[in-house]
């Protein structure tokens, strides 16, 4: 009896040792020949799995042994990854600290922008981005740094003056003052700021005005610091007399942001490919003006119809998505485009051609009004493309304009590919020696003042 009891025990210790193995072999080495390699597998639903579906925690799906084979070292590789990542972000952080302490900022500048021109300013001088990114939200706002200078950017309707906290000593106003309803908006942000300084809350102010067409710009005079007021630098649009180099510059008029004409990124195809048309045209006809001897010219040519023309008699401020589109296009599939005088010489047209590597053929002829400066330099328009090597067609007459053409129809298309080449290389050069021009001249100015101060 004994000898049965002892025979039971050992088979049953046996049985049991042989289980335990069988557990332990189970668990130590047969879930792994199901386990699949993390970085080997796609991150996304599998083939042919609706999204969401056979997913262990999808949202809506219950977790399930049947749709992931279970891992046991699922713990563990959880805590090695959010190990790895925290060690990361530690490293992150102290690159960072040691990067700041680098990069000290000398200088900050806030830019407060209510006129469109602002924009074409920040995003497609200085490179900058604005969140949100919708052109229809109520407040936008951005920073960047150019050397060892700070900007910040904001704009937006819900810019309001005393609806904003002051955050920096230094401004630059941007501000349309081309009629008289813009003008006494302007001055009221004029107004607002001057009481800031006075508070002590704003230290210097600068101003990048949307002049008038015509160069007239006297409204602003009381508001400049030479003058009494409290502004210390002006930069203009339009060949304005004032331009001086010491506290008045001219700035670009640039593209029509207000139409939101967009960012261009140069391409392969905007470089090689052949284009349609040879010139192109959109825009108003006005009486009694040298559009009009363009148009009869272009009639009469017998290449007139290799060129993209859509002319109206009415100018029309905002465009269509349609008509945004058809513009586009038209300076995409044209090797020049025509930039007559308005106006003013300078126009939108001839930095909208830039963007899209379409030579502006511009008419050399300075407009009536009180633009140009017979006292430092010959009275021509553009002075700041000029004195900037812009590689542009200018002519004084529209009757140049049949040569021009019957030139462009003997170019092969590799001579027009360098073309575009030096155009667009010379246009991006164009607005980072601007975006430099315009921190040097802040910088100089308003910390020259703090040091004699």
């Keep these: 009896m004994r000898l049965t009891r002892k025979r039971l025990a050992s088979a049953f210790a046996v049985a049991y040792c042989l289980f335990s193995l069988y557990a332990a072999y189970s668990v130590f080495f047969g879930g792994r020949r199901g386990r699949r390699d993390p970085a080997a597998s796609p991150r996304g639903p ?14 809506g799906e219950p977790s399930s042994l049947t749709n992931e084979e279970w891992n046991p070292w699922e713990a563990d590789e959880k805590f ?14 102290v690159f960072k600290q040691k990067n700041s302490q680098k990069e000290i900022i000398d200088f900050k500048v806030q830019i407060w922008s209510k006129a469109a021109i602002g924009l074409y300013l920040w995003q497609h001088i200085f490179e900058g981005l604005l969140e949100p990114a919708d052109v229809t939200a109520q407040w936008r706002e951005g920073s960047l740094k150019v050397g060892r200078t700070f900007f910040s950017f904001i704009t937006g309707p819900a810019l309001l003056p005393g609806y904003f906290s002051i955050e920096m000593d230094n401004v630059v106003l941007v501000l349309n003052g081309r009629e008289d309803k813009k003008i006494t908006f302007a001055t009221q942000w004029l107004l607002y700021a001057k009481s800031l300084v006075e508070a002590g809350k704003l230290q210097h102010v600068a101003v990048v005005l949307l002049g008038n067409e015509l160069c007239d710009n006297t409204w602003i005079n009381p508001h400049l610091k030479k003058h009494g007021g409290f502004v210390e630098l002006l930069f203009v649009i339009y060949d304005s007399p004032w331009i001086n180099e010491e506290d008045v510059f001219q700035w670009p008029l640039g593209v029509a ?10 391409s392969w195809s905007l470089l090689h490919d052949e284009r349609s048309f040879l010139c192109n045209f959109l825009g108003t006809v006005y009486k009694n003006s040298s559009r009009e001897t363009l148009m009869d010219i272009l009639k009469n040519d017998k290449n007139n119809k290799l060129c993209w023309i859509t002319v109206r008699e009415e100018w029309q401020p905002q465009e269509t998505n349609a008509s945004l589109k058809n513009y586009q296009d038209a300076l995409l599939q044209s090797d020049l485009t025509l930039c007559p005088v308005g106006v003013n010489t300078e126009c939108y047209r001839i930095y909208e051609a830039c963007s899209f590597g379409s030579i502006p053929v511009v008419e050399d002829v300075m407009t009536p009004g009180n633009c140009g400066n017979a006292s430092t330099s010959p009275i021509t328009p553009l002075q ?3 004195a900037m090597g812009a590689p542009f067609i200018f002519i004084n007459n529209w009757k140049e304009l049949p040569a021009i053409l019957e030139k462009e129809k003997n170019m092969s298309l590799q001579e027009k590919i360098e073309r575009r080449k030096t155009l667009l290389g010379w246009y991006q050069h164009f607005k980072v020696q601007l975006r430099l021009k315009f921190t040097k ?3 100089h100015s308003f910390l020259m003042s703090d040091n004699k101060g």
Aim: zero cysteines.
């Design 46 to 59: 599998r083939d042919g799995a609706a999204p969401g579906k056979g997913r262990r925690g999808s949202r």
């Design 80 to 93: 090695e990854q959010l190990a790895l990542q925290h060690k990361y972000e530690t490293n992150r952080q």
């Design 257 to 266: 942001t207000y139409r939101n004409f967009p960012m261009v990124e140069p």
């Design 384 to 386: 700041l493309l000029k």
């Design 441 to 443: 001249i802040l910088e």
